[in-house]
């Protein structure tokens, strides 16, 4: 793993509103991801330049998450997933979070506010590995505790086309 996965990355908004342009476009790549340039050029009535620098200007911002492909996890041998609620010396996260970086069942982690401190979404081969997982996690220094949910099916993927389309209704 390259250096620069390894870091914390908390993002901020770094950009201002979204224009009615903006929003086309990203509402034109959540209905095809894959779309070219021009495509979304002749779609959206633009100039193949407009959409390039639009898309570096929302790409600059960090309004795009990952260019990585989703694969599912049960594919590749790991249909087990749980959620695994990590409570830590808040002032040791720092030097935690790398280590956690380490663990390549882990596939997502969200720092929380509250009771929970991280909640760690893992996936496993089945249920002992489930349990050497949380093992490694709480053998980190300034890991204190975790607790354990198993994933039961996912009731709303991923999604953000209601979200866009309300932002759009409100412009």
Known sequence: MRKAERRIRVKSPTMGKLDHADLALLSALADDPRATVVALAERLSLSRNTVQARMAKL????VFLSYE???AAHTIGYPL???ISVMLRQKELPEIAPQLV???EIIQAYG???QVDLLVHVACRDARHLFEVDARILAIPGVERT???????EVIPYRLRPLMD???QER
């Not at 790409?59 to 960090?62: D, I, Q, S």
């Not at 607790?147 to 099916?153: A, I, P």
């Open 59 to 62: 790409e600059k911002a960090g």
């Open 69 to 71: 492909r989703t694969i």
């Open 81 to 83: 997933q749980a959620a």
């Open 102 to 104: 380490e663990i390549p």
């Open 112 to 114: 929380l506010s509250g």
């Open 147 to 153: 607790e354990t949910s198993l994933v039961m099916g």
């Open 166 to 168: 309300l932002a759009r």
